[in-house]
């Protein structure tokens, strides 16, 4: 008997095969013994279900010793490490098993990753998915192949894997935990999709053409993405810059805000958060992790939230002394008696009430003025390195400050006259660098 519907990786290439004891890893393990295939395997103990799983590592270690099949396998206190991730105890299996796969896969070279979902996982996924709430990428089911992670038997059926390990009488265990219908998987598996089959028996088979519909819409959809982000998206430096007028009529807007920002961290539920800033004042801001997005402008910013990785940097009223690509930046508040003239160009006094925070640390642009100290007429900054003599290697390193679209300081060049202390001055912000 013939798994005809397998689909085999490119000829010679080495697996390593992720077998639980399972009926559907175990037949798929003994399809790719008997092919003579290139093989390891690699069994996860979660340590979940007492002696349960160990006869389940025990039953694949009989099978691969038996068959001089190389074989791995690590146990974990799962519930432990849940507890302490904070998460559920699913997530933090997956998370486990698909590390310790890649672990092993660089330690032994294997080219790919196999696991042993079948076409009516497809089915359970999209219904799942559906029910939760998805996107295209949702719709379009289990991918075949996700990097060196390949799926062989997304295309054979349960009956089929069933009908096959009885015919080769291949040893395997059931997982307990995939008969209760405690969780929404198995309450689709056990409880909806049988009772959908009673009225209509050809569901199945409709569902898997669906899932088809839905990749090719999906491949369509992402070159549109792309071609929207082409347009959009203008790279400078580390940042990335996204022209609001541009992208108000770029299209439908939730979703394409979702598209440009989501790689970086930022999920649906903040899209909403990311359109408000397209009416916020210049240096509004959003982060996520290693992202922030910033209004600056007449343009969304996105940039690393680490000050040392951005060329973008909000400075609040009290955000005390930082690290920049500059050096260090510290700034004070004091009283206006203490006012002191600053001994070089890399301190800088300015009057706290004139300003509006969060002040905006970035690199300087062609276009960019300020009016220096004691002068009432404005002068652009690169009439101001160029009369300094910088070198033109030294002028893409020169930074400002600014205050609500206004240049307050050139660390090392000037102070605006803006922004200078008075007779009337209260209160006093002393900004510093201690330069590389």
């Known amino acids: 008997m013939m798994l005809k519907e397998i689909v085999w990786p490119e000829s010679g290439k080495t697996c390593l095969l992720a077998v639980s004891g399972g009926i559907d890893s175990m037949v798929m393990l003994h399809a790719f013994h008997e092919?003579?295939?290139?093989?390891?395997?690699?069994?996860?103990?979660?340590?979940?279900?007492?002696?349960?799983?160990?006869?389940?590592?025990?039953?694949?270690?009989?099978?691969?010793?038996?068959?001089?099949?190389?074989?791995?396998?690590?146990?974990?206190?799962?519930?432990k490490i849940a507890a302490q991730n904070q998460e559920s105890v699913q997530v933090t299996a997956r998370n486990l098993r698909y590390d310790y796969f890649s672990e092993l896969q660089k330690r032994y070279g294997f080219n790919h990753i196999l696991t042993a979902h079948h076409r009516n996982d497809q089915i359970e996924t999209l219904l799942f998915h559906l029910i939760r709430g998805t996107g295209l990428q949702g719709l379009s089911g289990i991918p075949e192949k996700n990097g060196s992670i390949f799926r062989p038997l997304l295309q054979v059926s349960k009956s089929d894997i069933v009908a096959y390990a009885k015919h080769y009488q291949i040893p395997f265990l059931e997982d307990s935990s995939n008969l209760k219908t405690d969780y929404t998987r198995n309450k689709i598996r056990h409880l909806i999709i049988p009772r959908i089959l009673e009225h209509f028996p050809s569901f199945e088979e409709n569902m898997l053409k669906n899932i088809q519909r839905f990749k090719e819409t999906l491949e369509i959809y992402q070159q549109s993405i792309h071609h929207i982000r082409e347009t959009l998206v203008e790279k400078r430096g580390k940042d990335l810059y996204i022209p609001i007028r541009k992208l108000l009529k770029a299209g439908p807007l939730k979703t394409i805000v979702f598209e440009l920002f989501y790689p970086y961290g930022f999920s649906a539920n903040q899209t909403a958060e990311i359109i408000k800033l397209l009416d916020a004042r210049s240096g509004a801001a959003i982060e996520q992790?290693?992202?922030?997005?910033?209004?600056?402008?007449?343009?969304?910013?996105?940039?690393?939230?680490?000050?040392?990785?951005?060329?973008?940097?909000?400075?609040?009223?009290?955000?005390?002394?930082?690290?920049?690509?500059?050096?260090?930046?510290?700034?004070?508040?004091?009283?206006?008696?203490?006012?002191?003239?600053?001994?070089?160009?890399?301190?800088?006094?300015?009057?706290?009430?004139?300003?509006?925070?969060?002040?905006?640390?970035?690199?300087?642009?062609?276009?960019?003025?300020?009016?220096?100290?004691?002068?009432?007429?404005?002068?652009?900054?690169?009439?101001?390195?160029?009369?300094?003599?910088?070198?033109?290697?030294e002028k893409e390193q020169i930074w400002i400050v600014e205050s609500n679209q206004k240049i307050i300081w050139i660390p090392g060049f000037k102070t605006d006259h803006r922004f200078r202390i008075t007779d009337n001055t209260e209160t006093l912000f002393q900004l510093s660098i201690k330069p590389h």
Request: with cysteine; proline share 5%.
């Open 289 to 393: 992790g290693l992202f922030r997005i910033i209004r600056h402008r007449d343009f969304l910013v996105l940039t690393a939230t680490q000050a040392t990785e951005s060329e973008i940097i909000l400075l609040e009223s009290d955000f005390g002394t930082i690290d920049t690509p500059l050096g260090k930046l510290s700034a004070t508040t004091k009283s206006a008696a203490q006012f002191e003239k600053p001994s070089n160009a890399w301190t800088c006094y300015v009057d706290r009430q004139k300003l509006a925070f969060p002040l905006i640390l970035r690199k300087w642009i062609q276009g960019d003025y300020l009016y220096p100290l004691g002068m009432e007429k404005k002068k652009k900054v690169a009439r101001i390195l160029i009369d300094a003599k910088v070198p033109l290697h």
């Open 35 to 79: 092919a003579s295939w290139p093989i390891g395997v690699a069994h996860c103990n979660y340590q979940l279900r007492g002696e349960a799983s160990n006869q389940e590592e025990a039953l694949v270690k009989t099978y691969c010793t038996q068959n001089q099949i190389p074989f791995y396998s690590r146990a974990f206190d799962t519930e």
